[in-house]
């Protein structure tokens, strides 16, 4: 690991020189403007915040330190044998800016191994006092909290570090959090849905197929899917909610486990990653009004329409920023092409890609008609035998660890400051307009 740890730190020693150069040289130059209507809309499309791990085209969709996923799939290492790029890889590619090879990946693995065995005994009794009925995402962002115990870097601090170090302690939390996400993650789902049959972590394993593994699913196809799924959920630039927030509480220099909980608690919203728990009840909730068996195209679109009429938003549809059909249910979709093209879930979520856009966009307001990540998962999962759809976010939470983490740790690198934008209110903006009007007829 100190190896990575070394890589990272010349890396951002570098970038850090950089951007102090172009503040100074350049600071004052504008990178664009913000109106009204942005700071009641939630503040699309204002470029206010630098993540170096991914970035977003609204037509192309993610590209992960400048790499598509069509083009990671090819290129980050994979397991023996596998066909599917490992996860680590990954965080490998977001934290230094390369591309691993599979001896560094190697590396990680095996530190995410050693380290998985270093959850402590009272996150799991923490987690055992809690009601079994609790939404899984609560637990895991409870258990997760509550190994804020072992922060290195609340330690270091609370003995003085020094600013230019807080990078090095981050690191560590960040991968022994990593380590050990998925453990949780499968605790809380073996006590609740497996009558607390827990399944201890395998050394020999990745990290995606160890996860498979302690949550009892050891096919291989089934680690295959998991490789996949915690790669594509990694990292979605800075502004989404569970990326931004986690930044915005790590800018305060709380610790990983402080952060990284706060943006869970974000993912868990339903306009969020809470959505892919979401399409699957609306689909089952669909079959069922149908009459169970194969919908038809028509049925799907009365379907819709209603759902609509009833006030609510078509869940795994629509998107911030994206424009165009999401690259993340593209390679689901592929996979599932591969291998299970008969699924009837499976097909019955290719029909609602038929349908549900051009209803969307003869409602005039819906920017983005398109599927995201969200409208292809559950289905994946669920014909692999995990049915449980509440536990789905969890899994979307162990993936973006990977992204925000990683992201935290160049946040701590490069120094950057406590985040304060400044809030104005509803006179302030009346005020401003009035003032621009008479400006106007004075220029008039
Ligand atoms: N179904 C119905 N209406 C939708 C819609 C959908 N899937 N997507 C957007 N709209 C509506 C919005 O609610 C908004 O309506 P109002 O003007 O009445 O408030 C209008 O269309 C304009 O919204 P937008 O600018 O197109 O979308 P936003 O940037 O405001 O919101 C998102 C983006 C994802 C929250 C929204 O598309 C949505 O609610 N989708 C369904 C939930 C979902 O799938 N979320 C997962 C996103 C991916 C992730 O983070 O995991």
């Excluded at 490992?86 to 591309?99: A, I, R, S």
């Excluded at 196809?221 to 909610?241: Q, S």
């Excluded at 402080?258 to 728990?277: I, R």
Aim: with cysteine; glycine share 8%.
């Amino acid at each position: 690991m100190n190896q990575l740890k070394e890589k990272f730190a010349e890396k951002a020693g570098q970038l850090a020189a950089e951007i102090k150069t172009i503040i100074k040289e350049n600071g004052d130059q504008e990178v664009g403007k913000v109106n009204i209507a942005q700071i009641y809309g939630g503040m699309r499309g204002v470029k206010a915040l630098v993540t170096e791990t991914s970035s977003l085209d609204p037509e192309e969709g993610i590209r992960f330190r400048g790499y598509s996923i069509p083009e990671l799939r090819e290129k980050l290492p994979k397991a023996p044998g596998g066909v599917e790029p490992l996860p680590e890889g990954l965080f490998y590619l977001m934290l230094v800016g390369e591309l691993p090879t599979e001896e560094e990946v190697q590396m990680i693995s095996a530190e995410f191994a050693k380290r998985v065995q270093e959850v402590p005994d009272h996150v799991f009794k923490t987690l055992d006092g809690l009601p079994v009925d609790m939404h899984p995402m609560t637990q895991f962002s409870i258990g997760i909290l509550s190994m804020q115990t072992e922060s290195r870097f609340a330690k270091a601090y609370r003995e003085g570090i020094s600013k230019k170090d807080y990078w090095d302690p981050t690191f560590e939390d960040v991968i022994t959090l990593l380590a050990g996400a998925p453990r949780v993650a499968a605790y809380i789902y073996n006590r609740k849905y497996r009558d607390n049959q827990q399944i201890g972590p395998d050394p020999n394993l990745d990290w995606a197929a160890n996860f498979a593994h302690m949550l009892g699913f050891d096919s291989d196809r089934f680690k295959r899917l998991m490789r996949l799924y915690l790669t594509i959920h990694a990292d979605h630039e800075g502004g989404n909610v569970s990326a931004h927030t986690t930044h915005l509480v790590g800018s305060a220099l709380s610790d990983a486990y402080l952060s990284y909980t706060s943006g869970m608690n974000g993912l868990a919203g339903p306009l969020h990653g809470l959505a892919n728990q979401e399409v699957i009840r609306w689909i089952l909730e669909m079959k069922d009004a149908l009459g169970g068996g194969m919908p038809t195209k028509e049925q799907i679109a009365n379907y819709v329409k209603a759902t609509l009429e009833a006030g609510k938003v078509i869940p795994g549809y629509g998107h911030a920023v994206l424009r165009k059909p999401d690259p993340r249910y593209v390679a689901q979709m592929e996979f599932a092409k591969e291998v299970m093209p008969d699924d009837e879930l499976v097909n019955i979520v290719w029909m609602i890609y038929d349908v549900v856009p051009p209803i969307l966009q003869a409602t005039g307001k819906v920017k983005n008609p398109w599927p995201n990540v969200d409208a292809h998962s559950g289905s994946l999962l669920v014909q692999h035998g995990m049915q449980e759809y509440d536990f789905y976010t969890v899994l979307f939470g162990v993936s973006r660890a990977l992204g925000v983490l990683a992201s935290l740790c160049w946040d701590r690198a490069l120094g950057l400051p406590i985040e304060r934008p400044k809030s104005v209110t509803t006179d302030w903006v009346k005020h401003t307009v009035e003032e621009s009007k008479a400006e106007q007829f004075f220029t008039d």
